[in-house]
């Protein structure tokens, strides 16, 4: 997922519901090794 973005209803919804079952909030999402393969969803270090 190079282009950043995190899309789909799904994949909004599930992220979600793990930060009301976990009580955090989801900042970064990796979806490889490599540094581009990071989705930052809410910058924590802006």
Do not use: H, N, Q
């Not at 519901?17 to 581009?36: K, Q, Y």
């Amino acid at each position: 997922m190079r282009g950043k973005v995190w899309g789909g209803t799904a994949a909004r919804a599930y992220l979600r519901a793990l930060e009301e079952l976990s009580g955090c909030r989801i900042a970064l999402v990796a979806t490889g090794a490599d540094r581009d393969d990071t989705i930052i969803l809410d910058d924590p270090f802006a």
